[in-house]
């Protein structure tokens, strides 16, 4: 479910306090209140794709989604627009907004993205890691099995944010200001792709939820970089190969 969005405005920084020109004129300054609304709404919709909260195909209508954040139509169509220019969601010729429907290009387009990029920052990550590093990964991998033994296997908010810990905690070890942005990007493009994947998991054919995670864990704590790396290309693909063996049943019917 989406959270509500507040609307009020927030207090000026001292560094950002009107300063005057040479001249005496003010300088430009944009509407703090509505661009602070506008970032707001924009972060929850991208937070709840991520998350993998919309089905692919799923039609967002501006209005509904507005009401649902309680706030106006125009922060909304901005970060509707926003979004669209992302590749996370499509226009419609009807001028409706929908979650892009999966399609065998797609899928095998972000299933190698991710694996390419996500391992190379892994790579980089691993000369940085620490023991605390290697705790809170573990700690994050046990709190998710905890939440997906209470909950199961239904993609949930919580088990959606203990996942993206995992992987960014790992991430952010890499220090790199460029490829993280576009590792975030790949991860809103294919939240709904796991929320169809979560749905068709079956842990007695695809095993534990977490099981890559433990390999991960256990080959970071060795500084271990290729195991790292097979260990996250497999935890990557896993959620894809589930959909291709969808489509190809689907295919086959």
């Known amino acids: 479910m989406i959270a509500r969005v507040a609307t009020g405005t927030r207090?000026?920084?001292?560094?950002e306090q009107v300063s005057a020109s040479a001249d005496g004129v003010l300088a430009p300054l944009n509407p703090v209140g509505r661009q602070t609304?506008?970032?707001?709404?924009?972060?929850?919709?991208?937070?709840?794709?991520?998350?993998?909260?919309f089905d692919p195909g799923e039609v967002l209508r501006i209005v509904d989604v507005s009401n649902r954040l309680g706030t106006s139509t125009m922060p909304v169509r901005e970060a509707?627009?926003?979004?669209?220019?992302?590749?996370?969601?499509?226009a419609m010729p009807?001028?409706?907004?929908?979650?892009?429907?999966?399609?065998?290009?797609r899928l095998e387009d972000l299933a190698r993205a991710r694996a390419i990029i996500e391992s190379e920052v892994i790579g980089l990550a691993i000369p940085n890691v620490d023991d605390a590093l290697v705790?809170?990964?573990?700690?994050?991998?046990?709190?998710?099995?905890?939440?997906?033994?209470?909950?199961?296997?239904?993609?949930?908010g919580e088990a959606a944010d203990l996942n993206h810990a995992f992987h960014f905690t790992l991430y952010r070890a890499a220090g790199s200001q460029v490829l993280i942005p576009i590792i975030e990007s790949l991860w809103l493009q294919s939240g709904p792709y796991l929320r169809?994947?979560?749905?068709?998991?079956?842990?007695?054919a695809d095993g534990s939820a977490t099981h890559f995670h433990r390999e991960i864990v256990e080959a970071v704590a060795r500084r271990d970089t290729v195991a790292a790396q097979s260990a996250l290309k497999a935890d990557i693909g896993r959620a894809f190969d589930i959909l291709r063996r969808h489509l190809g049943d689907e295919a086959g019917q």
């Not at 990964?137 to 099995?145: K, N, P, Q």
């Not at 169809?196 to 007695?204: C, G, K, Q, T, V």
């Open 37 to 53: 609304v506008q970032d707001s709404v924009y972060g929850e919709l991208r937070r709840s794709l991520i998350q993998g909260l």
């Open 135 to 156: 705790g809170e990964l573990a700690r994050l991998t046990d709190a998710c099995d905890a939440v997906l033994a209470r909950k199961g296997r239904e993609m949930s």
């Open 11 to 15: 207090r000026m920084q001292p560094s």
């Open 80 to 90: 509707l627009a926003r979004l669209i220019s992302e590749q996370a969601l499509e």
């Open 196 to 204: 169809a994947s979560a749905r068709l998991f079956d842990e007695a």
């Open 94 to 105: 009807n001028r409706s907004i929908r979650v892009p429907l999966i399609s065998r290009d």
